[in-house]
């Protein structure tokens, strides 16, 4: 079994800072892509920002230069930095993950979601 649990979500001020944690757990033999996905009320959810196993970044265009998407050195816990907080970053922020378990399974799990609220 395989299992990804988000943490560090809650509320920000505009402006503010927050880090999302995600870690991924299990029968892992290896993790392609971790990533975040966000879903704003009443909205689908969207594309936040990807890393590859090799470091590679994505991004989507709204929160590029404010947010900073890493992981351990593991591998196996991707973070969201999140600064300069905007209303619309509020949503329910999901992980996601691209990977192959030990019994050669390709999965993509998702996370149950953090909340992340930015308010005045």
């Known amino acids: 079994q395989v299992q990804l649990v988000e943490s560090g979500g809650g509320l920000a001020q505009p402006g503010g800072s927050l880090r999302l944690s995600c870690a991924a757990s299990g029968s892992i033999l290896r993790i392609d892509m971790l990533g975040w996905y966000r879903q704003p009320p009443g909205k689908q959810r969207e594309l936040v920002a990807t890393i590859s196993g090799a470091g590679n970044t994505n991004y989507a265009d709204s929160v590029k230069g404010r947010f900073t998407i890493s992981t351990n050195s593991a591998k196996n816990t991707v973070y969201l930095q999140m600064n300069s907080l905007k209303p619309e970053d509020a949503a329910v922020y999901y992980c996601?993950?691209?990977?192959?378990?030990?019994?050669?399974?390709?999965?993509?799990?998702w996370g149950k979601g953090t909340l992340v609220t930015v308010s005045s």
């Open positions: 996601n993950a691209d990977l192959t378990t030990i019994r050669m399974s390709r999965l993509k799990p």
